[in-house]
């Protein structure tokens, strides 16, 4: 799973993945949510299939393979029902809220670009940062 | 906050059942003018700081709506076909004190004139229950003033705003970047980007505090008190008159009648699942436009065999949601919408509908990204962006804080065929027959939607930005507005309650919230819901004193 998910969303020099955001800690806790019942047999199966095909490859499991070769096989399964499933639980685990075991030192903020506070103040981006007849005071 | 209790012997002058939008300020207008009451609540009543950002839970697990506490559904386009399990949107509403008004957006539009008379105006249209209302505009407009100033409504006149007896209370929040880039738009084509009034507090108000722009209006609950939802206005005040009880995780089950067919009280399951009976002098149902309708469909007798109060057999039909449609853009520099109220700019240019456009149908346009991050990146990106790997990760990271979405808010039809009724097959965890939603949309409305999709398009052009993509227009298999069944009329043959909310079938048994209106609007209805739940209180309080009830 943690191979699977550092191809879902890769580590790169600049920003985290799901690697360092620890999203299988996330899944670990998924595998135990009722909300996550229906789709927890369909994950594990199609990671056993991974195996399965790593295994073809001469690999001992699909973590043994190569970046490469693991992308080549997740290009084989990429439109199945599994992929779907472990991809949404790859991506909430990268965001959700720390408490659910994942989205580990601010990962999920730092990939997506946002300033971690609990509240801001405006301007909030920067076209209502320019100077003009739009720029509205809180006071105007 | 302690709160009056009344005993289980005791009869009341009103039970109200919803603490939401109407039945909150309904709760505060008649404990405020001296009458007892209780309110039956299904949901608890959270505080503010219970309140979380939490997006897994509120918005996945739909920790908050009735959706988590009732998963099943069911959905079919006609009577003809087998009903299947929805897994759509659903008819969705929050459980709780303050209800949907704890989770919505705030937008406070006010109808216009034409909302009241679009019948008179347009003509009849095939297939539908297309009415006037029986009021007018002018008779609401004091209570949309009443609400604006009651629960705080922040906001600045605008080119085609309706008459309005008194300013906004509050001055307009701070324009976002998307209204920025609206207003662009809006101005490159000679339309008319105005602000949107907002049920956000901009400043200090009634003893509550600012928006702090933590970005989470839509579907969270307010942690600073600053949405006005009725948890945080209308509420406290209702219990601090000390004739008002709040009753939570009550779940009304049936209206009781007497043998002259008069109302005497509101059967409930307490939270363990007891039934248990709350008698009154009069019943007051504002439990939303899919509650309503279970409640009244089930609170059957040999005088009322369809249900109460559905002499009309109308109970229940014309549901309507408003129709959504709208185009996203990416623009060159940071919008950074998770900051921030959902919408602070708007475009009612084509609020009127227009016969040259070939079909029924008007709406507003506002600029908007209510995405979380989860949401955004399962749902959002642009279909040729590959949905992993490492252009998945740049696309999340270029998109985010540079996205917005124009977001059309469009009439929906009062169809016949379109209803709630009763699902015997999928009863809730208190044994209450579960909700079937039956729906087709009106051709007009399905091309009202490519329409507005198209006005949106053509704004994210002129607004400026370096790509824009659509979603594919889709027909509605739920929502949160619950509008139209129970709808208000003279006719007692075509209408549920009269122009009081009063039901035409029982005396003393009123009906306000989202099920009363006639036709749709276009979108955010919660505005003329409050106004309808502010006026209705006066009558209501009106008959009860003169004994007319």
């Not at chain 1, 992929?83 to 959700?96: N, P, Y």
């Not at chain 2, 001055?171 to 609206?182: D, E, I, M, T, W």
């Not at chain 2, 469909?297 to 002499?311: D, E, H, Q, V």
């Amino acid at each position: 799973m943690r191979a699977f998910a550092a191809q879902i969303i890769p580590s790169d020099q600049s920003l985290p993945g799901a690697d360092e955001a620890g999203a299988v800690y996330f899944i670990d806790r998924a595998f135990g949510m009722p909300f996550f019942a229906d789709i927890v047999p369909v994950v594990r199966a199609g990671l056993a299939d991974l195996d399965t095909r790593a295994r073809t490859l001469g690999e001992r499991d699909f973590a043994s393979l190569s970046p490469g070769r693991q992308v080549a096989i997740m290009r084989q399964v990429d439109r199945t029902p599994f992929f779907a499933a472990a991809r949404m639980l790859v991506v909430i685990g990268t965001f959700a809220d720390p408490s659910y075991g994942g989205n580990r030192h601010g990962a999920g903020r730092t990939i997506v670009g946002v300033e971690h506070r609990p509240t801001y103040s405006a301007p909030y981006g920067w076209y209502d940062a320019q100077p003009g007849p739009s720029a509205t005071k809180p006071d105007a | 906050m302690t709160q009056r209790a009344y005993g289980e012997s005791e009869t009341v002058d009103f039970v109200i059942v919803g603490s939401g939008a109407a039945g909150g300020v309904l709760a505060k207008e008649l404990a405020t003018a001296g009458f007892d009451l209780v309110v039956l609540e299904a949901g608890p009543w959270q505080q503010p700081s219970q309140f979380t950002h939490d997006e897994l839970a509120v918005e996945r697990e739909n920790a908050m709506l009735n959706l988590a506490f009732e998963p099943i559904q069911t959905i079919r386009a006609n009577e003809s076909e087998p009903a299947r399990l929805n897994t759509g949107r659903a008819l969705a509403y929050r459980r709780g004190v303050g209800g949907s008004s704890v989770h919505f957006a705030a937008n406070y539009w006010r109808f216009r004139p034409i909302d009241f008379k679009e019948r008179s105006r347009w003509g009849s249209i095939s297939g539908t229950g297309f009415a006037d209302w029986p009021i007018t505009y002018e008779e609401l407009e004091p209570y949309y003033t009443k609400v604006d100033w009651e629960i705080g409504v922040s906001g600045a006149a605008g080119p085609f705003d309706p008459r309005r007896s008194r300013p906004y209370p509050l001055p307009p929040l701070p324009n976002k970047a998307s209204g920025v880039v609206l207003e662009r738009g809006a101005r490159a084509l000679g339309l008319h980007a105005q602000v949107s009034p907002l049920a956000i507090l901009s400043k200090p108000y009634d003893g509550r505090s600012p928006c702090l722009a933590c970005g989470h209006c839509s579907y969270y609950g307010c942690e600073f008190g600053a949405k006005s939802s009725t948890l945080a206005t209308v509420i406290p005040k209702a219990v601090a008159t000390g004739r008002c009880e709040i009753r939570t995780e009550s779940t009304a089950v049936r209206v009781e009648t007497n043998p002259s067919g008069r109302a005497t009280g509101v059967v409930y399951r307490d939270r363990d699942g007891r039934e248990r009976r709350q008698r009154s002098r009069a019943v007051i149902i504002a439990a939303n436009g899919a509650e309503t309708t279970r409640l009244l469909l089930l609170s059957t007798s040999s005088a009322f065999p369809n249900g109460l109060a559905n002499s009309s057999g109308n109970v229940g039909r014309y549901i309507m949601f408003n129709g959504h449609a709208g185009t996203f853009g990416r623009f060159e520099h940071p919008l950074n919408e998770y900051k921030g109220p959902v919408a602070t700019r708007m475009v009612h240019d084509f609020y009127d509908a227009d016969p040259k456009r070939g079909f029924y149908g008007g709406g507003g346009i506002d600029a908007r990204f209510n995405y979380q991050p989860i949401g955004f990146a399962l749902g959002v990106l642009p279909n040729d962006v590959p949905t992993w790997g490492a252009e998945f990760k740049r696309a999340l990271t270029d998109y985010f804080t540079h996205s917005v979405r124009f977001y059309a808010h469009i009439t929906s039809l009062p169809v016949a065929t379109n209803t709630i009724t009763l699902d015997h097959d999928h009863p809730d965890r208190w044994g209450r027959p579960g909700l079937c939603l039956t729906f087709t949309e009106h051709p007009d409305d399905m091309k009202a939607k490519h329409w507005f999709r198209d006005r949106t398009e053509e704004l994210m052009v002129a607004a400026g930005a370096a790509r824009l993509w659509t979603q594919p227009v889709l027909p509605a298999d739920g929502s949160v507005h619950l509008l139209g069944t129970a709808r208000m009329g003279n006719d007692p043959s075509e209408s549920v309650v009269d122009r009081y909310h009063r039901a035409h079938d029982v005396r003393n048994l009123f009906i306000c919230d989202g099920s009363s209106f006639v036709t749709s609007g276009r979108g955010q209805p919660t505005m003329t819901i409050q106004a309808l739940a502010f006026r209705a209180a006066d009558h209501i309080a009106r008959f009860a004193r003169s004994h007319d009830i």
